[in-house]
């Protein structure tokens, strides 16, 4: 596709429940972040895949937190036992290369709630 | 990892030039700077990127100093549709890529 492409766009979950969200990056992109954002802050960083690896995920919040990638294409970001705490817009972005620029490409973002 | 400062919130008016900076004292030798524009329920888009000097493209210019602690984003005649959160981002150099954002300015312009 011309863009990053995130699923679902919203997602509503009870507590405890396990989610998956899905990133499309752009074509060709090696290089893949997800991030994590509340109400009226700033995206958090959560991890980066350079091709099929995770070169960082000193983001992620605890380990009911996991992020897959692996063709180095599509991510899939892995939430178990889900909690309130959780609910935020999770967006996606990829960058042709993980070199020195930061224009990162964004997709719409997932929107999760917890009940 | 450089932490950056902006202003919370900024006022103005359409028509006029806005200027937003953004302090960045620990920028590493290798980072660049970044800035981004966000409007509600979208996701962050590129507007700028520069080293030193001054960059300028078809939306924004991009002011940095010799020593390179701080930077200014020049939006010239902003419009209504400018209002959106501006983040900068400081990083990129090598030594990690995670790049992380602020709390961002909100810029509201008022007719």
């Known amino acids: 596709g011309a863009g990053v492409s995130q699923t679902p766009s919203n997602k509503v979950t009870e507590k405890g429940k396990y989610v998956e969200l899905r990133c499309d990056p752009i074509?060709?992109?090696?290089?893949l972040y997800w991030y994590r954002q509340s109400l009226g802050q700033g995206p958090e960083f959560l991890i980066y895949f350079q091709g099929t690896g995770a070169a960082d995920d000193s983001g992620l919040p605890n380990d009911r937190f996991f992020a897959v990638r692996p063709e180095g294409s599509v991510s899939t970001l892995k939430i178990q036992r889900t909690e309130r705490g959780d609910s935020a817009v999770y967006l996606c972005?990829?960058?042709?290369?993980?070199?020195?620029?930061?224009?990162?490409?964004f997709g719409e973002g997932s929107r999760l709630t917890v009940l | 990892l450089a932490k950056t400062t902006q202003p919370i919130s900024m006022d103005s008016y359409e028509g006029q030039e806005v200027n937003i900076t953004c302090s960045h004292n620990n920028i590493a030798t290798n980072d660049y700077i970044t800035w981004y524009q966000q409007f509600p329920s979208q996701g962050p888009r590129f507007i700028i990127q520069g080293y030193k000097t001054k960059v300028t493209n078809e939306v924004a210019s991009l002011f940095i100093p010799a020593d390179r602690k701080s930077s200014t984003l020049s939006l010239p005649r902003v419009s209504l549709s400018d209002t959106a959160v501006y983040y900068c981002l400081v990083g990129g150099g090598g030594a990690t890529n995670k790049l992380i954002f602020g709390t961002g300015t909100l810029l509201a312009v008022q007719p």
């Open positions: 074509s060709g992109h090696t290089a």
């Open positions: 972005a990829s960058s042709l290369q993980l070199v020195d620029t930061g224009e990162l490409f």
